[in-house]
């Protein structure tokens, strides 16, 4: 994954072949990017740093590693980009046993709740973000599909939606937003192996007429 943080000045590119976390300064007037203070973050060894997201105050990061299937929860300096590891936890329960890859990561949108995907697994685990951003795993719910891969919420954050590769689907949760909490709502939507998606609100078009043609 690569991407921005939240003030655009440092671009973080989780390497999952050298568990590290590369940060980027970018200068916006010519698109070049040089490396911050501290070029990178060394993470555990084989813990394969795939996804991460951001609080929206862009102090706090989460950090999804695929490999050992752990949320890596770290402070941000927006200053100089610096990561600082604070707490690490498992995104399966521990009467897990077997395989699994962690996939998506997704905070809710009031940044209560945190949520993430587990292939292979086959589970969706629930956090609760305490106000230091610091996470305990209160859930863990079955996908009731296979390889699980991105999360989504739709607009009104009410349902929380899967890309299930494996099973040519889309399943969609319930979301409690006093618990954070989510119940499967029985529905699969057919779609070939789907990896990842994004909803888009649309606007109407000004110059439509709204009467109907006789």
């Not at 329960?93 to 996939?103: I, K």
């Not at 990561?105 to 292979?120: A, K, T």
């Not at 909490?181 to 609100?201: A, L, N, Q, R």
Request: charged content about 20%; proline content about 6%.
């Amino acid at each position: 994954m690569i991407k921005t943080d939240p003030s655009g000045r440092f671009v973080l590119v989780m390497d999952a072949g050298l568990d590290r976390v590369y940060v980027w300064t970018i200068n916006l007037q010519t698109g070049k990017l040089s490396p911050a203070a501290v070029p990178f973050t060394t993470m555990t060894p084989g813990s394969a740093p795939r996804h991460y997201v951001f609080g929206s105050g862009g102090k706090k990061l989460y950090l999804l590693c695929e490999q050992d299937s752990k949320v890596v929860v770290a402070d941000f300096d927006p200053q100089t980009g610096k990561i600082s590891p604070q707490q690490t936890v498992s995104s399966v329960t521990a009467h897990f046993r077997g395989s699994t890859l962690a996939a998506g990561i997704l905070l809710s949108p009031d940044e209560r709740f945190l949520y993430v995907s587990n292939r292979l697994g086959d589970s969706l685990a629930v956090f609760q973000v305490a106000k230091d951003g610091s996470l305990t795993l209160v859930d863990e719910i079955w996908t009731h599909a296979d390889y699980g891969r991105s999360l989504m919420f739709d607009p009104s954050g009410s349902y929380l939606y899967v890309a299930n590769q494996r099973s040519d689907s889309i399943t969609s949760f319930r979301v409690d937003k006093t618990t954070g909490k989510i119940s499967f709502t029985w529905d699969f939507t057919p779609v070939g192996s789907p990896t990842c998606f994004e909803f888009m609100t649309l606007q109407a078009d000004p110059t439509a007429s709204d009467v109907s043609p006789s």
